[in-house]
Every structure is written in C-alpha cells, then in structure tokens.
C-alpha cells in the first residue's frame, strides 16, 4: 500500500518524500559535516539538485570531465540497465540525486576484506561482498525501482585476489579504462567505471540502493562512483581519507581537497587525479592519487598509472545476507 500527502491539488508520496529529505540530509553532513558558528564550511557547494549528466562524455584520448573509455561503441537494444527515466531527470540535461528512487532493503552480507603488503605487491584478498549494507536484489515488482529499473542479478560471492603495485609509478602515457572493474573499495566493494552496459551516465539513470551500489550479470556488487555509506566515516573538515585502489595501484581519495574544498574537475587532471602529499600505509608521501567528485566521471577517467589484469574470478556463490529494519 502507498501514502500521499495531498496539498491542494498536488499529491506527494510520503516515503519518497522523507528519503529525500533525509538523503539531502545525509549528503550534507557527510560532505560538510555538522555546522555551527566556528565550523568551517567548504567554498564549493554542489547542487544535489542540478548535477550535470555525463551522457556522451565519453572520449578517445585523456580529457578532463570525459571518460576515456577502451569501449566506445554501445549498440543493440537495450537489454541492461535502466528501461524508463522519471522526474529526476530534468531536461536541462541534470538530474536530481535527492528524489532519484533506491531499491528497498537494508541487507548485510558476511564481506571479507583483507590487505597485506608482500614484497612490492599489495595484495587484496575479498569474496566480493561489501560490508556496508545493501538493497534487495532481484529488484522486486513490489518496489516502487521496478517501475524503472528490473534489474534481474542476485548478490554472489566469488574469492578473488587483487595484486597492486605497493609503490605505483606513473606510466609514460594515461591509458583508457575498460568495462566493469577500475578499482576496489575499502568495505570491500568494486568500482566500476561511470558508464551503464548502454554507455550512458551510470549514477543518473541506473537504479542502486541507498548506498548507491547494484549486482551485475555475473553478481558482482559494485558502485559507479564514491558510495556515501563509506564516505561518511570520514566527516572530517581537511582532505579526504583515502577510500580504496584503482587497479593501477594508485589510491583513490573522496570529495574534499586539502582545506576541506570540494574537488571539481577542474581541480584535477585528464585522469582525475593530481599530486601532492597524502597519507600513504602511515606516514606522509607525495604521490599521485586519484579523487572523488559529485561531477562525471566521479571517480578514474583514465589511468594514470598501469593497471594490473584481474582474473576473472571462479564461479560465483549464491550468498546469504541478514535482512535489518
């Protein structure tokens, strides 16, 4: 059963409207955290409400708001991905973050994440699983997604090992991220690359859950962008912690510069990234890394460094998570 507001001749969904008034909420005090009179309050702001689709950004060579794309070619029907568009997509080309519709569910999954450093590797043992929690996947005909988003895949775990250089160097030369896996995150979810199986904007048209993530064909939890469940353990007012590896090695930061400024792409380079000191495995390095931003490509558009090849894991395993009110 659904509830509406009616105010006049206007009818509002009252769920929808509370998540987005909570996830207004959320958004702000995870980027800027708790205000008062001394507080320090970024010069940038981002308009949740007005967030530019990256739809056709894609490019055939480094260029600073575009993915560099190994894939450039998107055809057939559309058989993946988001199958309607609703009233978050404006048609000025943004869209709304805030009224954008989540799958239901607050699922948690046994996620195994573990790190070790190993001559000059870095190796990343997980099962794929994120330890942050997730929405109900299939997507069922009872949410309210399914109206645009019918997304068929179950979550599955798959063991899988990661070996990134432990000191990653620039290479001579960027080069283009492919399809599917460009990193891995913390809480032990992968990051993909910003494009839907269609090409287009990932984050504005997919329908993920509240933590901005979805399984794959294959069952492959992952996230087009920086989730803000692992983004808000870092409220800080300074610059970012680091929140995971692009499979060059190279560590991938969230939104705020040093001084706590929001990144922009202007801020950073053709891969999204720049130089300078950071916290590196406990101590102070200068060295390139990659950022977080709330414009597309959010996270890695192209590589800075040179990506490791990752195995295409054995068969995945059904799993089970604990459903939580």
């Known amino acids: 059963m659904r509830y ?3 105010i006049g001749n206007q009818k509002f969904n009252i769920r929808r409207t509370i998540f987005a008034c909570i996830f207004a909420i959320v958004l702000t005090i995870t980027t800027f955290g708790w205000s008062s009179a001394t507080a320090y309050k970024p010069s940038t702001a981002v308009d949740f409400h007005r967030i530019p689709i990256g739809d056709g950004r894609i490019s ?3 260029q600073i708001g575009f993915l560099w794309s190994c894939r450039t070619e998107f055809r057939g029907p559309r058989r993946h991905g988001a199958h309607a568009s609703g009233n978050w997509i404006d048609r000025n080309k943004t869209y ?3 009224t954008k519709p989540t799958v239901n569910g607050n699922v948690y999954w046994p996620g195994d994440f573990e790190m070790a450093i190993k001559d000059r590797s870095r190796q ?3 099962n794929r699983l994120p330890q942050d929690p997730t929405g109900i996947f299939p997507i069922s005909p009872d949410d309210d997604a399914y109206a645009f988003d019918r997304n068929p895949n179950s979550i599955r775990s798959a063991r899988a090992t990661l070996n990134l250089p432990a000191n990653p160097q620039l290479a001579e030369t960027p080069s283009c991220v492919p ?3 460009v990193g891995i995150l ?3 979810g992968y990051l993909f690359n910003a494009l839907d199986a269609n090409g287009k904007d990932a984050l504005a048209h997919e329908i993920q859950d509240s933590c901005q993530g979805h399984p794959e064909h294959r069952g492959t939890y992952h996230y087009h962008s920086i989730t803000t469940c692992l983004d808000k353990r870092d409220p800080g007012n300074g610059h970012s912690a680091l ?4 499979l060059d090695g190279f560590g991938i930061y969230g939104h705020r510069l040093d001084g706590g400024r929001l990144a922009t792409n202007s801020d950073l380079d053709v891969c999204h990234g720049h130089t300078h000191e950071v916290d590196w495995d406990g101590k102070k390095t200068k060295l390139y890394h990659y950022h977080a931003t709330w414009e597309y490509p959010y996270t890695i558009g192209c590589y800075r460094g040179t990506p490791v090849k990752v ?3 054995r068969r995945p395993e059904s799993a089970r998570g604990e459903a939580r009110l």
Do not use: C, E, H
């Open 311 to 313: 195995a295409r894991p």
């Open 179 to 181: 399809m599917g896996q």
């Open 96 to 98: 709304d973050i805030t």
């Open 243 to 246: 929140l995971g590896y692009a």
């Open 186 to 188: 913390l809480n032990g």
């Open 60 to 62: 055939t060579q480094p």
């Open 4 to 6: 509406f507001w009616k």
């Open 124 to 126: 990343i043992v997980s």
